[in-house]
């Protein structure tokens, strides 16, 4: 039994789990009468190293921006939609062992793919916290679930980060709880301190900016969406008639429909104000595109225009941050939970398995195996199998020929295909010849014949009739022979294919 289970008190210690404050639930609504100076207060205050109003602000910018939201979820399910796996250390058989044990206890962890989305949440807030949440299973630790804990129950105070726990409301130092219970996932848009290097904290100026626009968009439709209606009344109309009138242009308004005194009069005023309305439109769709540039690199694929060769041109740019938020993510894993869980269960000594994310799509490893290709046979370049095996994701079976040759010569498949045509069309070409040679050699019998009585006798007359055979197969087997070695040709190329 390894160490950890002869310290009771530490292994309490991480089956314990980080109880939080319940007034911590409920968020202070920071992004209400949202300003330029309250933005910088709370900005200010985060630079501080209190992060609570900062990360209840991006919660709320991501619930109130239908846009802002799509783009942050297609920036993280693009990496939660990919496969992955544990990769041994080595081919050592204990390195392969321990892989596969922590394959094992990562696939039963309950709903393992919504805590990759959770820790990809530092995409947006710069920093994502998980806790973990262990169990003793038939003598080892394995991990029950993972907890996501806001990152508003976290500060710095002295360049130090600090937890507010239950039992601890000014702060517990996060190196005081044991090391093996809480992932730390930080992602960093921008140098300098972790509470400014969310890509939130970039967006969050256009965000108030769309929203100011919004505003005055809503108050330009209900002022200027609709005619307005003016009554006229006579001079002698009294105080009941105006009353009346008033409550019949008000019904009209509403109802689009109303009865008037016959001495009354209502006129409908057009406003065409398009020209105007469009200003509206035109500044939220460029905060949209600003926040499109700052999440996913580009605006093609999530805005509308574009050509498609354009659109595929940008798409190579998002590619660029997907792989860089898969190593991220996998370099966390590693450390924070992969390294746990063999330390616990095995010990110290022994080494790491690495968690890979399959990035690489179909399209791109044919251009490489091209690429593989004419380095190793066009170039003679010498290229490891081992490596291909590992380039290619490919498993490595117990026994294979260490000089098979991986990978074909495309270059002389394509020649080889182009003289197999031509082989082909010249064996039809002697096909046709040789039959006419034996045809001519049957002409020729029937015109020495003087009338239709001597064409009878050679048909009816055996030795005849053999002999005739016998020259015209024996043109046959002459073209034959050519026939046949450009077919031996064809099998030959075949085979090498």
Same mark, same amino acid.
């Given at each position: 039994?390894?160490?950890?289970?002869?310290?009771?008190?530490?292994?309490? +210690?991480?089956?314990?789990?980080?109880?939080?404050?319940?007034?911590?639930?409920?968020?202070?609504?920071?992004?209400?009468?949202?300003?330029?100076? +309250?933005?910088?207060?709370?900005?200010?205050?985060?630079?501080?190293?209190?992060?609570?109003? @900062?990360?209840?602000l991006f919660e709320e910018m991501?619930?109130?921006?239908?846009?802002?939201?799509? @783009?942050? @979820?297609?920036?993280?399910?693009?990496? =939660?939609?990919?496969?992955?796996?544990?990769?041994?250390?080595?081919?050592?058989?204990?390195? +392969?062992?321990?892989?596969?044990?922590?394959?094992?206890?990562?696939?039963?962890?309950?709903?393992f793919d919504n805590s990759l989305l959770d820790l990809l949440d530092a995409i947006g807030k710069g920093i994502s916290f998980l806790e973990i949440n262990w169990k003793l299973d038939n003598g080892y630790l394995k991990i029950e679930n993972l907890t996501y804990i806001h990152p508003k129950h976290f500060f710095w105070?002295?360049?130090?980060?600090?937890?507010?726990?239950? *039992?601890?409301?000014?702060?517990?130092?996060?190196n005081e709880i044991q090391e093996n219970k809480i992932i730390i996932h930080k992602y960093k848009a921008s140098s300098g301190h972790e509470s400014r290097a969310g890509l939130l904290r970039i967006v969050a100026w256009m965000y108030l900016f769309k929203n100011y626009t919004l505003k005055d968009w809503v108050t330009f439709i209900e002022k200027y969406g609709m005619p307005i209606l003016l009554g006229k009344y006579d001079e002698g109309s009294s105080e009941q008639d105006k009353e009346a009138l008033i409550e019949a242009l008000i019904n009209i308004g509403t109802d689009s429909a109303g009865i008037i005194n016959g001495n009354t009069n209502i006129n409908v005023i057009d406003n065409d104000k398009k020209t105007s309305a469009d200003i509206f439109e035109k500044m939220a769709r460029f905060?949209?595109?600003?926040?499109?540039?700052?999440?996913?690199?580009?605006?093609?694929?999530?805005?509308?225009?574009?050509?498609?060769?354009?659109? +595929?041109?940008?798409?190579?740019?998002?590619?660029?941050? =997907?792989?860089?938020?898969?190593?991220?993510?996998?370099?966390?894993?590693?450390?924070?939970?992969?390294?746990?869980? =063999? =330390?616990?269960?095995?010990?110290?000594?022994?080494?790491?398995? *690495?968690?890979?994310?399959?990035?690489?799509e179909t399209e791109d490893l044919l251009k490489t195996a091209e690429i593989y290709s004419k380095l190793k046979n066009e170039l003679g370049l010498n290229i490891d199998n081992e490596h291909l095996y590992e380039k290619f994701k490919i498993p490595k079976p117990e026994t294979h020929n260490e000089n098979i040759k991986i990978?074909?010569?495309?270059?002389?498949?394509?020649? !080889?295909?182009?003289?197999?045509?031509?082989?082909?069309?010249?064996?039809?070409?002697?096909?046709?010849?040789?039959?006419?040679?034996?045809? $001519?050699?049957?002409?020729?019998?029937?015109?020495?014949?003087?009338?239709? $009585?001597?064409?009878?006798?050679?048909?009816?007359?055996?030795?005849?009739? !053999?002999?005739?055979?016998?020259?015209?197969? !024996?043109?046959? @087997?002459k073209e034959s022979l050519k026939g046949g070695l450009i077919l031996s040709n064809l099998i030959g190329r075949y085979e090498d294919e």
């Open positions: 039994m390894f160490s950890i289970f002869k310290r009771p008190k530490k292994l309490e +210690k991480i089956l314990t789990k980080i109880e939080l404050p319940k007034w911590a639930n409920y968020s202070t609504y920071p992004s209400f009468n949202l300003t330029p100076e +309250k933005l910088t207060k709370i900005f200010r205050e985060a630079d501080s190293g209190n992060i609570y109003n @900062q990360m209840e991501e619930e109130k921006d239908p846009h802002l939201f799509s @783009q942050l @979820q297609t920036r993280k399910n693009a990496v =939660v939609g990919l496969n992955w796996e544990i990769m041994a250390f080595s081919e050592d058989e204990k390195d +392969k062992e321990i892989a596969e044990f922590v394959k094992d206890v990562i696939k039963n962890i309950k709903d105070e002295d360049e130090k980060l600090k937890i507010v726990t239950k *039992d601890n409301l000014t702060g517990l130092n996060i905060c949209d595109e600003q926040i499109s540039k700052a999440i996913l690199g580009q605006t093609l694929t999530s805005d509308s225009g574009g050509s498609y060769a354009q659109s +595929k041109t940008h798409n190579e740019v998002r590619r660029d941050l =997907v792989s860089a938020d898969c190593k991220a993510l996998a370099t966390t894993i590693k450390e924070y939970l992969i390294k746990p869980i =063999v =330390v616990l269960n095995f010990g110290e000594e022994y080494k790491i398995p *690495d968690f890979v994310f399959d990035f690489e990978l074909k010569e495309n270059y002389k498949k394509q020649n !080889n295909s182009k003289k197999i045509d031509n082989l082909i069309e010249e064996l039809k070409g002697n096909s046709i010849a040789s039959f006419k040679e034996g045809l $001519n050699i049957f002409n020729d019998e029937i015109d020495k014949a003087k009338n239709l $009585n001597e064409i009878k006798e050679l048909f009816q007359d055996e030795n005849k009739l !053999n002999k005739l055979l016998k020259k015209m197969n !024996n043109a046959f @087997q």
